[in-house]
C-alpha cells in the first residue's frame, strides 16, 4: 500500500507558479540564502565539489561553482515533481510545450517504422516532463510501459498517472520476475513504447562494464536482452532543465541482433558513450551522485560531504 505524498508548504507555492516564474524565483531566492550564509561566515560550498573534482578532473573553483548549481537543480528536480502533482492539466500541458527536442529527426525515423521502441533516458532534469512530450509528438495513441522493481514510491506513481490526463497512456509493470519480464515484451511487441532506465546501479541485474572519466563504472544492462527479444530499437535520451525550459537530446540509437559477448559490448559501448556525453554536458543535473559508490569498486570510492537527497524517486527497473 503506498501513502499520499508529502508536499512541503514552500514546495507547493513555488511549483504552483508557471515554469519560468518558478525556476527564476528559485534561482533568485537560493542566490540570496547564498549570499547571506556567506555574509555571515558560513561556508555553503561544499556539496559535491570532492566529488567533481575527482571524478570529473576539475579545478576547485570550478567544480564548487558546479556544486553550487547541483544543489539548486535538487530542489527544483522536486519542486518539478510537484508541479506535476498539483498544477491544472492545461498548465501540465503549457510546460511540456516548452520541452525542445534537439534533434526530432531521430524520433520521426524511429516512430515512423512502427516497430518496437525502447526510451533509455538518465536521471537527469525533469525526465518526466521529457517522455511526455516525445510521446505526445511522436508517438500518439501509442501506449508508455514504465518498468520498475516496486511500487512504493507513491509521488512518482502518482505523478505519472497524472499524465494519462494529457493524453499520454502511461502504465506500470513491474519486474520481479521472468513472468513479468515476458509481459514487458508482449507490451512491445503490440506497439507499447517501453521506458528503461540506462543508468541504474549494477544491484538491479545484468550489470556492464562502462568505465567512465577514467573510473571503472558499472551500470545495470538488460536493455539489451529487451531490445533482442523483442526487436526493438532503442534511443538513449537525456533531458535537462533550463529557466526557460527542458531540452530532450539524444544518443545513438541502436538495435540488438545477436547475443555474444561481442554484440553486448558493443551497445554496451554505445551507452556508455550516451552516459558520460549527458553527465558531462551537464554534471549538476545527475540525480544519482549521492549513490556513486554503487557504481564503482570499493577502491575507487570518492570521498566527499555527501548531503542527503531527497530529489527524485529513481527505483525503475534495468
Not at 510546460?95 to 524511429?110: G, K, L, Q
Not at 500518439?140 to 505519472?160: H, K, N, S
Request: hydrophobic share 45%; proline share 7%; glycine share 6%.
Amino acid at each position: 500500500m503506498t501513502t499520499a505524498p508529502t508536499i512541503p508548504w514552500t514546495y507547493a507555492r513555488l511549483a504552483g507558479l508557471p515554469l519560468v516564474w518558478r525556476r527564476r524565483v528559485l534561482k533568485s531566492v537560493l542566490a540570496a540564502r547564498g549570499l547571506v550564509a556567506r555574509l555571515r561566515g558560513r561556508n555553503d560550498e561544499a556539496g559535491f565539489a570532492a566529488t567533481f573534482e575527482s571524478v570529473l578532473r576539475l579545478p576547485r573553483r570550478e567544480a564548487l561553482r558546479l556544486s553550487r548549481q547541483a544543489a539548486r537543480h535538487d530542489v527544483a528536480a522536486e519542486i518539478e515533481w510537484c508541479a506535476l502533482h498539483r498544477r491544472p492539466i492545461a498548465a501540465i500541458r503549457r510546460d511540456i510545450a516548452r520541452v525542445t527536442v534537439s534533434d526530432p529527426a531521430v524520433m520521426e525515423r524511429v516512430a515512423a517504422t512502427n516497430r518496437p521502441v525502447i526510451l533509455a533516458p538518465l536521471h537527469m532534469g525533469a525526465y518526466v516532463v521529457g517522455l511526455a512530450a516525445l510521446m505526445l509528438r511522436h508517438f500518439p495513441g501509442r501506449p508508455m510501459l514504465v518498468l520498475r522493481q516496486r511500487d512504493d514510491m507513491a509521488m512518482e506513481t502518482e505523478v505519472i498517472e497524472r499524465l494519462r490526463e494529457v493524453d499520454v497512456d502511461v502504465r506500470f509493470l513491474n519486474v520481479g520476475n521472468r513472468s513479468d519480464f515476458l509481459s514487458a515484451i508482449r507490451f512491445a511487441q503490440k506497439g507499447a513504447v517501453i521506458v528503461v532506465f540506462c543508468d541504474l546501479d549494477p544491484s538491479y541485474g545484468a550489470p556492464a562494464e562502462m568505465p567512465m572519466f577514467g573510473r571503472p563504472f558499472r551500470f545495470a544492462f538488460g536493455t539489451d536482452t529487451l531490445a533482442r527479444l523483442t526487436g526493438a530499437t532503442v534511443v538513449p535520451l537525456a533531458t535537462t532543465m533550463d529557466d526557460d525550459g527542458d531540452t530532450v537530446t539524444f544518443g545513438r540509437p541502436f538495435e540488438v541482433r545477436g547475443q555474444g559477448p561481442e554484440e553486448r559490448a558493443t551497445v554496451a559501448d554505445i551507452m556508455r558513450r550516451h552516459l558520460q556525453a549527458a553527465i558531462a554536458a551537464r554534471p549538476e543535473q545527475w540525480h544519482l551522485w549521492p549513490m556513486l559508490a554503487d557504481y564503482l569498486p570499493s577502491s575507487e570510492t570518492v570521498q566527499d560531504t555527501l548531503p542527503v537527497r531527497g530529489g527524485a524517486p529513481h527505483d525503475l527497473a534495468a
